[in-house]
């Protein structure tokens, strides 16, 4: 792709470099692992998810058009006795040209707080923006994400802004098999009656291996490790150890 022509550029040691620079992300990862760990409570847990997304209509997927989305997740934690959030999220999307669209959508979440709380529902609204290309053999995938939370244990609105940058290398030996990392930071724009401040509130980083399976609708499935850093107002801040798998179908 034309926007990475410039730094992936051949280099005699570039495969070298690139090494170095994985090395250097785990070490730094390893180091923030062990600072949150020291500052943060603890917890361990399993999320679930199914993503698909495809084209309206008799088009070509690579062409300008309409697009539809949906995921669905099932997440469990160990400090809510098990089941802790259910997410159902339909949208629509206009694909600007085969790497760049623009979505809108809505959400409705499900959630027993680890706290022993109630549970409670919560609609929200949300707007994204996402991008993919390739730099050497990696895949790239970015997505802008903005939201509007209505939570009915309260009456206020939330405003809350997520960027998501992914990273998708095949391994030499097996094409269909890849390594993958993610990493999403979560700022909440405003403060509400139910809780949320205007802050940096949480981060998820998740490393991982992929695989892609057969058949026509290019069906993978994801699975790695996922830290989700929550940063608390009142309370110490959470760590949160997850095993993640995740599926995804392109129609």
Not at 143 to 170: H, N, S
Not at 176 to 187: G, H, I, K, Y
Not at 197 to 218: A, E, I, M, P, T
């Amino acid at each position: 792709m034309s926007v990475f022509s410039n730094s992936c550029i051949n280099h005699p040691h570039r495969h070298t470099l690139q090494r170095w620079g994985i090395l250097i992300v785990l070490l730094a990862v390893a180091g923030q692992s062990n600072t949150i760990h020291a500052q943060s409570d603890q917890d361990g847990g399993a999320w679930f998810s199914v993503n698909t997304q495809g084209v309206l209509g008799n088009r070509c997927e690579h062409k300008p058009g309409l697009r539809w989305w949906f995921d669905g997740h099932l997440r469990y934690r160990d400090d809510s006795g098990g089941y802790n959030q259910s997410i159902i999220r339909p949208a629509l999307g206009y694909a600007i040209n085969s790497n760049t669209a623009l979505w809108w959508g809505y959400a409705w979440i499900n959630e027993l707080p680890a706290s022993g709380a109630p549970s409670f529902n919560e609609n929200r609204m949300w707007e994204q923006l996402t991008w993919s290309g390739k730099c050497s053999a990696a895949s790239i995938l970015s997505r802008t994400r903005l939201e509007q939370r209505f939570v009915e244990t309260g009456d206020d609105t939330g405003w809350r802004f997520r960027q998501l940058l992914k990273v998708d290398r095949p391994l030499d030996f097996q094409p269909r098999l890849s390594l993958v990392a993610w990493d999403e930071t979560f700022f909440d724009l405003n403060a509400t009656d139910w809780g949320q401040q205007d802050s940096f509130s949480q981060n998820r980083l998740f490393v991982g291996l992929g695989w892609k399976c057969s058949g026509k609708n290019k069906p993978k499935i994801e699975v790695g490790y996922l830290n989700q850093f929550l940063r608390r107002q009142s309370a110490d801040d959470q760590s949160n150890h997850i095993a993640s798998l995740n599926w995804f179908w392109t129609f």
